[in-house]
């Protein structure tokens, strides 16, 4: 282990003063937007989000008409009305969400749009920074959660990162204190977003936690069930054919691409054909999900496994979009923690400044002139890479005791 070199750049009050910088400049950014919106400005463009079709399938499900939230046409003619929007340039959008997601919003259904959005990103925003603070508590660590331009994105499009993130920061946590019950209460839990949770058996498997593997599959299949039960059965088939048209998009959407943090985006990106993007992608993916194998069955550092897990997650779905990137913030504050009190490797800071920054940058460099480039799964396998250096090391020397 290397000691903390007290002379590195990025010391405590420089990452304070940059981490306060940047809240100033998304509160301006904010402001800005919400001047030139409806909600003040006569004529302004429409405040809308992707919260606007999350309580527009609510307001359908609440009427009594659940099957037709996967019916694009219907869906977006509820969303124009509730947000006000003209709901252009959408039409490659649909619900593609399991029957437990859609049961978690009718409640939000009940009200006006603003106050709804508000709500569920203040509840979401809640749950989010109480599990990071459970993780590295203290104000400077806020500061920095806060700068974090995931959060951003999650309140910009009215996303559910933040809830997913707290659900599986919350699992970990558990399953680290040996609170089983809990721990597969919420993997369970994740079933509102299925693909999040691909990595989580290969993770209990390793440690041989046979009991939360069992409960978190239980509570996906009660809610599930629940869900189901109480919005009809016959919305599986749509549900289920809606998985089609959500592939199809990613396979031939270069809007989607763009904000897409996946292996696949990459490639597709880059030109390269279905088939290839595809192989190569599910290669990674094999080799990040053995990777979580490896360092849960080896490594006795809870937090090195964490983040393992969490970083792998995002190699392994090519369904995966820059709001999901919330999730960073959970191997950013277990590697913070040990390189607080076991010092940091050459690169590390780096790296986690990139990760700080992913969900921003990967805009600017995806969108960029006059080539399209996606940094996502670099920066991601570049962290990785170094979880799984620093656990090698620990496992060795932990061996040879």
Not at 104 to 119: N, Q, R, S, V
Not at 211 to 217: L, M, S
Not at 257 to 266: G, R
Not at 352 to 378: D, K, N
Request: overall charge positive; hydrophobic content about 55%.
């Amino acid at each position: 282990m290397n000691a903390p070199d007290k002379g590195h750049w990025l010391n405590k009050t420089r990452l304070t003063v940059y981490s306060r910088g940047m809240l100033v400049a998304y509160a301006l950014i904010g402001v800005g937007i919400l001047v030139n919106s409806s909600l003040v400005t006569p004529g302004g463009f429409a405040l809308d989000s992707d919260f606007g079709i999350f309580q527009a399938a609510a307001r359908l499900a609440l009427e009594g008409h659940p099957l037709l939230v996967y019916d694009p046409v219907q869906l977006w003619e509820k969303f124009k009305s509730l947000t006000g929007s003209s709901g252009a340039g959408m039409g490659n959008f649909a619900w593609f969400y399991p029957p437990p997601f859609l049961a978690l919003l009718l409640p939000f259904g009940l009200m006006p749009y603003f106050p709804a959005y508000l709500t569920f990103m203040a509840i979401t925003l809640a749950a989010y920074i109480t599990v990071l603070q459970r993780i590295v508590p203290g104000r400077d660590a806020l500061w920095c959660l806060l700068a974090f331009s995931g959060v951003w994105f999650n309140f910009r499009l009215g996303q559910n990162g933040l809830l997913t993130a707290a659900l599986a920061g919350a699992a970990l946590l558990n399953l680290e204190r040996g609170n089983e019950k809990w721990a597969g209460t919420f993997i369970g839990l994740l079933i509102i977003k299925p693909h999040l949770a691909l990595l989580f058996p290969v993770a209990l498997a390793a440690l041989g936690a046979w009991r939360v593997f069992w409960i978190a599959g239980g509570v996906a299949l009660a809610v599930f069930s629940l869900s189901t039960a109480l919005l009809g059965t016959a919305m599986l088939a749509p549900w289920w054919h809606s998985l089609g048209y959500a592939t199809s998009l990613t396979e031939h959407l270069m809007g989607y691409w763009v904000n897409m943090p996946t292996v696949f985006a990459f490639l597709r990106l880059l030109g390269t054909p279905v088939s290839i993007a595809y192989g190569i992608h599910f290669l990674v993916a094999a080799l990040a999900a053995a990777t979580v194998w490896q360092v849960w069955r080896r490594c006795p550092s809870w937090p090195l496994r964490n983040a393992t897990l969490v970083v792998a997650t995002f190699l392994v779905s090519p369904y995966l979009f820059e709001y999901d990137l919330a999730w960073l913030a959970l191997p950013v504050a277990w590697m913070a923690q040990l390189g607080l009190s076991e010092g940091c490797h050459r690169g590390d800071r780096e790296l986690l400044i990139a990760a700080w920054l992913l969900p921003f940058a990967l805009h600017l460099v995806a969108r960029g002139f006059p080539f399209h480039l996606q940094i996502g799964p670099w920066v991601l396998m570049a962290l990785l890479w170094s979880i799984v250096h620093r656990s090698r090391g620990l496992a060795e020397s932990t061996a040879k005791i």
